[in-house]
């Protein structure tokens, strides 16, 4: 992996390029500081800090994804932030599935619909949405 670690006031940016198991994969540029991204193709979907985001923020990040939030993601999007803001990690899958279906008047979720609507690696997926730095956990 070649990267460059970038440190902020409040976190820690990895830039680069991983070549892994499933092929090539950019790794997110967070943010383009001094020009460290150049020459570079990147996505920008984390944000600087945990308190930068806005809803506005996931809504960007999916539209340019081509997935549109409805009401059955924003009750995962804000559990997360919730367990982040507690814990400073995220939730595993289990956590998430067992805590949004104890909301009330929450919809009943279960594993195949956490991929139906975040896709083939909704923790991390949902993580992205949420302006969470990337969990470490395997989807």
């Known amino acids: 992996m070649e990267a460059t670690l970038i440190r902020g006031e409040t976190d820690a940016f990895l830039l680069g390029r991983y070549d892994g198991f499933m092929g090539e994969r950019q790794v997110v540029c967070t943010t383009e500081i001094q020009g460290t991204c150049n020459g570079m193709d990147h996505i920008s979907t984390h944000i600087e800090g945990f308190s930068d985001w806005t809803p506005n923020e996931a809504l960007a990040i999916a539209d340019a994804e081509g997935i549109m939030l409805g009401e059955r993601h924003w009750p995962v999007i804000n559990f997360m ?10 939730p595993m899958l289990k956590l998430i599935l067992k805590k949004v279906n104890q909301m009330p008047g929450g919809r009943a979720l279960d594993v195949r619909t956490m991929f139906s609507l975040f896709g ?16 470490d956990s395997c989807i």
Do not use: F, I, M, N
Request: glycine share 4%; with cysteine.
């Open 81 to 90: 932030r919730e367990y982040y803001s507690q814990h400073r990690s995220c």
């Open 120 to 135: 083939a690696t909704p923790v991390r997926t949902a993580a992205r949405y949420a302006g969470l730095p990337e969990p």
